[in-house]
């Protein structure tokens, strides 16, 4: 019975409003979840040592999240590069930097304020892209954190993260700066931007970066 059954039932046989708000109180405490770090540890926990996927033989280790698990604002980069993989964090290398840099200057927040993770969490042998088969065999642990996260955004970092967020090919030219609605969850929008290592590698695209990042505050209301 959901709780505004339960309030209709006590209603029905009497209850006063003193007794009607402590049933509510104890029904909401009864049917509470555990805490979101809980239940994204167990979530790691299954498949820290996962195999489903050609990428488990080349990481050292599977790269889970970073951040705040509360946040409105989830980002979703590629897979792990050479440094995430040593560190076990994603984006912590050159890219990652960047990224922390633009959170503060147009966020206005720190990076442990947000929520930053992969859409594949093992690292890709010489950081190639990963495989639509590789992306698939992953996207159910995305899935099942996005579920808890329960953001008011996710902020996709270039076009492989986006792909695997909105399940289509894109042109990441064509769609940075447009918002979507999240397949699984429309309460939940979608904004494609680029990934912070293509910005290092042309400097001019960092204005449209700083321009996506001002559409994404203002669509988080942080
Ligand atoms: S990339 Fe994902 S599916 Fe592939 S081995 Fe790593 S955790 Fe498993």
New binding site residues.
């Given amino acids: 019975m959901g709780v505004s059954e339960l309030a209709r039932a006590l209603r029905e046989i009497g209850f006063g409003e003193v007794y009607m708000r402590e049933g509510l109180r104890k029904a909401k405490t009864a049917v509470a979840e555990p805490p979101k770090e809980e239940l994204l540890r167990s979530l790691f926990d299954s498949?820290r040592d996962?195999?489903?996927?050609?990428?488990?033989k080349s990481?050292s280790q599977?790269v889970f999240c970073d951040g705040d698990p509360r946040s409105p604002i989830v980002f979703v980069g590629e897979?792990p590069g050479e440094e995430e993989d040593r560190q076990g964090k994603p984006f912590v290398g050159r890219a990652g930097q960047y990224l922390n840099k633009k959170i503060e200057e147009v966020l206005g927040l720190r990076r442990e304020e947000v929520y930053i993770t992969n859409v594949?969490?093992?690292r890709p042998p010489g950081n190639r892209k990963?495989l639509p088969q590789?992306i698939g065999?992953?996207f159910p642990?995305l899935k099942r954190e996005l579920e808890i996260i329960k953001p008011r955004v996710i902020c996709c970092l270039g076009a492989t993260a986006g792909e695997g967020i909105l399940g289509r090919k894109l042109s990441i030219t064509k769609v940075r700066g447009k918002v979507y609605s999240y397949p699984f969850d429309p309460s939940v929008q979608v904004l494609l931007t680029y990934h912070p290592a293509y910005i290092l590698r042309n400097p001019k695209a960092d204005g449209e970066f700083t321009e996506d990042l001002r559409t994404l505050k203002e669509i988080a209301g942080v």
Avoid: G, I, M
């Avoid at 996962?50 to 488990?56: A, F, I, P, R, Y």
């Fill in positions: 498949y996962c195999k489903k996927c050609d990428l488990h990481r599977v897979a594949c969490k093992c990963p590789e065999s992953c642990y």
